[in-house]
Each structure stands twice: as C-alpha cells, then as structure tokens.
C-alpha cells in the first residue's frame, strides 16, 4: 500500500481546520496510507529574527522526511499543477516503484534553500498566498481528489 507522510509546521490552533482535515484523512483511507507530522513553528522574535526562524524549521523539516520518500514541496514559486497532475505525479510514483511519497507545507515564513533541495518536485496549487493551515486542507482535499481521478470514480468534475 502507498504511504504518504504530509509534513506541516504549524498546529491546526482552530477546530474548523482539524475537523477538515480529519474528514480528508478518513477519506484517504481505502487508498492509502496517511499520516501527518506537525512541526513546531517558531517565533522569530524568540528565534533572533526570521531567518532564524526559518532555519530551526527547515531544520526540523529535513529531519522528518521519511528515508526513501519521493519529496513534494508546496511551493508559490514550483510548478503550477492541476488535479491531474497530481494525481499523475502520484501514478508516476506508485508505477516506478516508490511506495513512500512526502508532502511538505512549509509555515508562515516558508523554508530555506536546503529544504528546497532535497526534495524532488517542487508544487504550486496556486499563485496566490495560502496560509498554511488552509494549503494542508487543500493539499489532502486535491491528494483525495487525485486518488479518485486515478480510479475513475465520481468525484472529480
């Protein structure tokens, strides 16, 4: 079964985002395996400034990568995708053998170059700024979405 690790920083803080989020997770479930890791985000002020914070972040995003995934980082600046890209990005995977996929949303001040650069495909599901809470919604809603366009199973229009 695939397994797929969605790493985010940030706490779901209000009810709304964890019962959306639970719902696409219950979803996920008959397709595959889902588990999502949330980071602590740091304060710059506590940090000494917002590089800072971003580093002590990334720092904690790279360490939680699971070994042999295929890295996807929700990126403004990545490849702009449709619905169907991501689910062919997932076929892609599945078909070439990698049964370990990541999803990486970053927090509020993004991540840095390393994060960048170790992961394999960098995504944008959209030019607009979303906050990160609501882009994890988006991201196990379209990961949902991806799965039943892949099965041909009404859902998708």
């Known amino acids: 079964m695939l397994h797929i690790s969605v790493i985010a920083v940030g706490k779901l803080k209000e009810k709304f985002w964890a019962q959306a989020c639970d719902e696409y997770l ?27 914070a971003v580093r002590q972040e990334s720092d904690a995003v790279l360490a939680a990568i699971p070994e042999g995934s295929v890295a996807f980082l929700l990126d ?50 959209g030019r607009i700024t979303l906050p990160h809470n609501l882009a994890r919604v988006v991201l196990l809603e379209q990961l949902y979405r991806a799965f039943k366009i892949s099965r041909n199973e009404p859902y998708h229009k």
């Open 76 to 125: 403004i600046c990545g490849k702009l995708v449709t619905s169907e890209d991501i689910a062919q990005a997932i076929d892609d995977c599945s078909l070439s053998g990698s049964s370990r996929l990541c999803f990486i949303v970053g927090g509020s001040c993004g991540v840095d170059e390393r994060v960048r650069a170790k992961v394999q495909r960098r995504i944008s599901l």
């Open 26 to 52: 219950k979803r996920l479930r008959p397709y595959a395996a889902v588990d999502v890791r949330e980071l602590p985000d740091i304060d710059p002020a506590k940090a000494g400034g917002e590089a800072k």
